[in-house]
């Protein structure tokens, strides 16, 4: 066991695990987050996706110890209800969800590449989320959304 401490959507946060534990199971049992969600456990769907510093990183295969000293964010910290980030009011505005369970990566790694290009190609924003699952098949409609968001940020 150990004491990791690093900052949470804002706030100073310290969790007493075994630091090879991923980073996921911290925020969700230790820190009681709803978002990140388990997918898969292999870092192959993306629904634990997490900005670590800045990167969007997939949680359920980070220690948490490489987040010691780091800042997390999720996508409660990207917006709030009253003050979304704009590709949550792109999703709510094209009407994306259906089951939402892997909205959380979808708009943490699109909320990434946005930041470091937000004049992202078509075929870079798909190259970006190619990674990603959806098993409604809305992909479509989440790179409608992502797109209006886009224009928002410019």
């Not at 699109?110 to 098993?135: F, H, I, M, Y």
Request: glycine residues 8%; proline residues 7%; aromatic residues 4%.
């Amino acid at each position: 066991m150990a004491t990791i401490k690093f900052v949470v959507d804002g706030k100073p946060v310290s969790v007493d695990v075994d630091p090879n534990m991923p980073l996921l199971y911290a925020l969700r049992n230790d820190l009681a987050l709803n978002n990140p969600h388990f997918g898969c456990g292999l870092a192959q769907c993306g629904a634990c996706t997490v900005h670590l510093d800045g990167e969007p990183i997939r949680a359920c295969v980070l220690p948490v110890s490489a987040a010691a000293g780091k800042t997390v964010t999720t996508i409660n910290g990207l917006g709030t209800p009253e003050q979304p980030h704009p590709l949550q009011q792109a999703y709510v505005e094209e009407q994306v969800p259906q089951c939402g369970y892997c909205i959380n990566g979808w708009i943490m790694t699109a909320a990434a590449v946005l930041k470091k290009n937000p004049k992202a190609s078509d075929a870079q924003l798909r190259e970006a989320l190619s990674g990603l699952k959806c098993r409604c098949g809305t992909h479509v409609s989440i790179l409608r959304a992502i797109k209006r968001a886009q224009t928002a940020l410019a």
